[in-house]
Each structure stands twice: as structure tokens, then as C-alpha cells.
């Protein structure tokens, strides 16, 4: 069973802290992808990374940057967090081959920042 | 550009009516498409994709490339159905980018 952790479920933080999103998957998988996930506007793609290192912008990446030390993790960065970017944070991993294209979610973390 | 579309926001039914939720996508080349399911207080994960062509919990979806749609359907909705679901669309090139739907939030009644 794949499993994607996510290192808090509820984060509270102040305008302008950095903050820190990390994300975990235990099966090797090459490809990780952070998302936001606000009500009516469905999941958003922030980065992804396909390998360790390297990293895509995906549709909004504005304020944010994104790590890719080890295979395993992919963080999420915030350099100055703003109240707009108060919502659930999603990551998910997957495959480059093997299962096509399944991307396998964590648990979110709701981030609100005041 | 690559898109879905999920014209509903909301879709309230009845228990043991059908039901029926909409994707239409936008790609010129051969698509793949999925269905994901978010339960209550539970993680995104995958219902069903098209290539699977098989019934889970007592969905279906059809790839009708002629009317680029992907609908997810049900005879029988239960309560436990109950959920918010995202149709995504995978595109070839080499990119595991998944391009998601906003989401049709489904209620069943009882």
C-alpha cells in the first residue's frame, strides 16, 4: 500500500513566516506534486518534480518554492506567507512507469495564515 | 489548451435515484481520463480510469471521444456515495501532469 504522509494536518501561522510543507511517500516513486485545494476552484497544481532535484512550475507557483533533496520527500515553501494563501495543501506522488498516471494523495494540511 | 470541465458544483439526489456527473475535456491527441473520489475527512483517491474499463461501488464512466466526455454514472446512488468528485485528464508527451476538473460536489439523500 502506497503511503504518502504529510507532516501536519492543521497549521496555523502569521503574515509573513516562512513556512515549511513536507511531504513523504514510502514506494520509490519518481513523480511528487503539491497542491492547493480551495472550494470552487478544485485542485491546483503549485510544482511537481520528477526527480530528485528537479522540479516544474505548475499553474500557480507564485509565492512559493519547492525541495527535492532525497527521492522520498518534496517540501513545500511559503517565503512570506500571505492570508491568500490560506487553504488545504495537498500532495500526492506517482510512478513513471507501472501503474500509468495514478497519482497517490496524503492527508492534506489545512493551512491558515493570519 | 489541455482542460475539464465539471458544469456542476452541486448535485443533490435522491437514495436509489441515478445519477449522473459530468466531464467534458479539451485535447486534440488520444486522452486519458480518471475519476477521483474525496469522502468526508478522507484522502483524494482513485475511483475509476478509462483504460480500466471496469465498475467500482457501482460506477462507470465511457470515454466518448466524439463528444470529448467522460460522465461518471450510477443506477443507483446510495448515501455513502456522498462525496466530492474530481475528473482528471492525462495527457501524452511525457509528463505525469494530471490537469483536474473543479470538482462536482455530490450529496445523496435519504
Known amino acids: 500500500d502506497v503511503k504518502v504522509t504529510q507532516s501536519s494536518r492543521y497549521l496555523v501561522k502569521r503574515t509573513g513566516e516562512k513556512v515549511f510543507l513536507e511531504c513523504v511517500q514510502d514506494m520509490d516513486h519518481e513523480n511528487m506534486f503539491w497542491y492547493r485545494q480551495d472550494p470552487g476552484l478544485g485542485l491546483r497544481l503549485i510544482y511537481f518534480s520528477y526527480d530528485v532535484k528537479m522540479k516544474e512550475k505548475g499553474d500557480i507557483p507564485e509565492g512559493y518554492s519547492v525541495s527535492r533533496e532525497k527521492k522520498e520527500r518534496f517540501s513545500l515553501i511559503l517565503e512570506s506567507a500571505s492570508t491568500n494563501q490560506t487553504s488545504m495543501y495537498l500532495c500526492a506522488s506517482s510512478l513513471t512507469s507501472g501503474s500509468p498516471h495514478e497519482q497517490f494523495f496524503g492527508p492534506g494540511t489545512r493551512l491558515t495564515v493570519l | 489548451a489541455q482542460r475539464v470541465t465539471q458544469p456542476e458544483k452541486l448535485l443533490s439526489v435522491f437514495k436509489g435515484a441515478p445519477v449522473e456527473l459530468k466531464c467534458n475535456y479539451s485535447y486534440s491527441g488520444s486522452p486519458e481520463l480518471f475519476w477521483y473520489v474525496q469522502y468526508s475527512r478522507q484522502r483524494l483517491q482513485l475511483l475509476l480510469r478509462h483504460i480500466s474499463r471496469e465498475s467500482i461501488k457501482g460506477f462507470t464512466a465511457d470515454l466518448n471521444k466524439g463528444e470529448t466526455s467522460f460522465h461518471l454514472k450510477k443506477p443507483f446512488a446510495q448515501e455513502e456515495d456522498s462525496a466530492m468528485y474530481y475528473c482528471?485528464?492525462?495527457?501524452?508527451?511525457?509528463?505525469?501532469?494530471?490537469?483536474f476538473g473543479k470538482g462536482t460536489k455530490l450529496t445523496v439523500n435519504p
Open positions: 482528471a485528464l492525462h495527457t501524452q508527451g511525457g509528463s505525469e501532469k494530471l490537469v
